[in-house]
């Protein structure tokens, strides 16, 4: 059921940590697991959701990355994320086979938590958890679609002719101009009326001639 096959994506995208899903569940998974917060409407039935595991690469960046910073602590994340990345490849499978099984477990213990988190749910709250998970997705959409078109206005501008950015330049420049010019005849205006809480820190150390006090 598509409903039931989409309940996970939302689970790790539901808040903050929390308590045990349930007495006694949680000592039965290899290594404990991060909770996460759970709607009202369905907390006197469960506390909290499971996270979702990570993957073996992933479990192994975050167990390399500590080692990689300090060993080159001037070096960006990025740079670092890219060595361990090589190195990962260069792992024999046999090392690689340690980080794939625990992952493997961690992921039948997840799957194991959901379905029984499921059976919990009545159809009214699968219901509402769909159309948060279709929300989400909307929301993560139109952020990708919103990052992709100021990106490609950044690699617009960045192959725009000089000759070209300089009128754009000198518009910046001179709408600057003309909000300061506007700004300091409100502000003036604002402490002719005794609303000088209104204005900015620096009109108040400028004398009344426009030169800044000493």
Known sequence: MALLRGVWGALRTLGKSGADLCAG???????????????KWCSSTFSSYPKKPMTSYLRFSKEQLP????????????????KIAELWRELPDSEKKVYEDAYRVEWEAYKEEISRIQE???????LSMEKEIMQKRLRKKALIKKRAKLKAVNDNWKNLPSSQKQVYIQLAKDDKIR???????????????????????KM????KDGTEES
């Open 179 to 201: 909000y300061d010019n506007e700004m300091k005849s409100w502000e003036e205006q604002m402490i002719e009326v005794g609303r000088s809480d209104l204005i900015r820190r």
């Open 67 to 82: 080692r990689f910073k300090a060993q080159n602590p001037d070096a960006k994340n990025s740079e670092l994320i890219k």
């Open 25 to 39: 569940c949680g000592s039965r998974l290899r290594s404990p697991f991060s909770f996460s917060y759970v709607p």
């Open 120 to 126: 919990h749910l009545t159809p009214s709250q699968l």
């Open 204 to 207: 108040m150390h400028q004398s």
